[in-house]
């Protein structure tokens, strides 16, 4: 089994959204080319994942 070195080379915290949106938005580009959106509420205590 091989391993795949995933570390992050850019990070986006400007993510256009509406000034009524109160949700966090990160985006990352990892080292294989993935890119990956991460969404966050402060006042929200689940969690998921899409793929």
Known sequence: MS???STIIRIVDNIKKSDSDSWNYRGLELSNEMLVVLI???NIDKAAAAL
């Open 3 to 5: 391993s795949v070195d």
């Open 40 to 42: 966050s509420h402060p």
